[in-house]
């Protein structure tokens, strides 16, 4: 079974810095792009960064851009998302999966900018 298990969330003032992490199970982590992707109150679910260790390709939404980066270990099956800077409009549930033939998605994690 595929499963993903998300921590590292937290409450941050506005400016400051979380690492998240995300475990996965259950697949050939190289094999898949990850990706992370949050939900904001009232909001749809949007993708944040994709990554696959197959072609080395990294992609970032254009408001994280500069901020977040996003990174793997594939001898753990575990993904990572360092964001910086972060901004009160960025509170969210944080969730990762496959981008494509996504999973059930995981509780996630939340993550507060207090402003």
């Known amino acids: 079974e595929v499963q993903f298990l998300e921590s590292g969330g937290g409450s941050v003032q506005a400016g400051g810095s979380l690492r998240l992490s995300c475990a996965a199970s259950?697949?050939?982590?190289?094999?898949?792009?990850i990706g992370w992707f949050r939900q904001a109150p009232g909001k749809e679910r949007e993708g944040v960064s994709c990554f696959g260790r197959s072609n080395g390709n990294i992609a970032y939404g254009p408001s994280v851009k500069g901020r977040f980066t996003i990174s793997s270990d594939s001898a753990k099956n575990t993904a990572y998302l360092q964001m910086n800077s972060l901004k009160h409009e960025e509170t969210a549930v944080y969730y990762c999966?496959?981008?494509?033939?996504?999973?059930?998605w995981g509780q996630g994690n939340q993550v507060t900018g207090s402003s």
């Open positions: 259950g697949f050939t982590f190289d094999d898949w792009v």
């Open positions: 999966n496959r981008v494509s033939r996504a999973a059930s």
